[in-house]
């Protein structure tokens, strides 16, 4: 390589550096106090509160512990208050896909849009959505950008624009659009028990086959120290064009080598840095 590439690709690296450097120190968390204020279809999010009651949050924890989880799926399928959110925020042709991921342990940490936002999916004809059922109180639920559903090619280098981090309380419902950029908080309590569904409109179901009898669970220690996974955090959300670039990769194998997916080495080692277990993504079978 000439000398004047050896400098440029130094000035690059150092400019990098001293980014990550600026943001794993100095850059702090922006707590939202008015999360109600948030809209699904102009912020890409909304929070439903109090969906869950009591005895449903104590049920459905049990279950989690006894490992139940098909139970679990079945019951939240099937869950009324949860059909009426998806029948009032984004309309009758809209429905849960047969698909559920329970999160026990760890966080994912790093800036991303969901594989099946519209964004993503060549033949998708309209919005996707993920829901997020909250079983415990968590200081910070989900960090997004908001507005960022509406381009693929927004916030792609995020310099300004902090990452907004949601508070709520279990029995708490967050639906947004799978095309926002989003991100796992970290707590003070690492390990808190929430479940994710997905949320699609019939016309695309074919398309988004891959997450159809979709059962995965969460249940891995993140070995990677907390000051490096909040480095990681904020270096990843300063350039969330780096999860766009991985999506294909993401959807094709999304339903895990219990499924028959050859994992590449790419994610491997994309697990392996961020999470410290290549296999972190890789998401064993609930049932």
């Not at 999360?35 to 104590?58: M, P």
């Not at 695309?204 to 891959?210: F, I, R």
Request: net charge positive; hydrophobic share 35%.
């Amino acid at each position: 390589m000439p000398v004047p590439y050896k400098k440029f690709t130094i000035f690059i690296l150092s400019i990098v550096l001293i980014t990550f450097s600026v943001y794993l120190f100095f850059y702090k968390d922006v707590i939202e106090e008015n999360a109600d204020k948030y809209a699904l279809h102009n912020d890409g999010v909304e929070i439903i509160k109090n969906v869950l009651d009591t005895s449903e949050i104590n049920r459905l924890s049990q279950l989690c512990r006894e490992n139940k989880y098909a139970d679990i799926k079945r019951e939240l399928l099937q869950n009324g208050k949860l059909k009426n959110i998806i029948q009032t925020k984004v309309g009758s042709h809209y429905l849960f896909q047969d698909y559920i991921w329970i999160i026990k342990k760890s966080v994912v940490h790093t800036c991303h849009r969901d594989n099946n936002g519209d964004f993503f999916n060549k033949n998708q004809k309209h919005p996707s959505y993920t829901m997020l059922v909250y079983l415990e109180d968590m200081e910070k639920c989900l960090g997004i950008i908001p507005n960022s559903h509406k381009d693929v090619n927004s916030f792609n280098f995020n310099f300004t624009t902090p990452v907004v981090n949601l508070p709520c309380k279990k029995g708490d419902v967050i639906l947004f659009n799978a095309n926002l950029i989003h991100v796992g908080c970290m707590n003070k309590k690492e390990d808190n028990l929430r479940i994710q569904l997905k949320v699609t409109h019939q016309d695309d179901m074919k398309e988004l086959g891959y997450y159809q009898n979709f059962n995965k669970i969460l249940n891995k220690e993140n070995t990677v120290p907390l000051f490096l996974r909040k480095g990681q955090y904020h270096f990843s959300c300063t350039f969330p064009i780096l999860s766009n670039l991985t999506q294909n990769e993401n959807i094709r194998t999304a339903r895990g080598s219990d499924n028959g997916v050859d994992i590449g080495w790419f994610q491997q080692a994309f697990s392996y840095l961020f999470y410290g277990n290549p296999k972190f993504y890789d998401l064993p079978n609930a049932f």
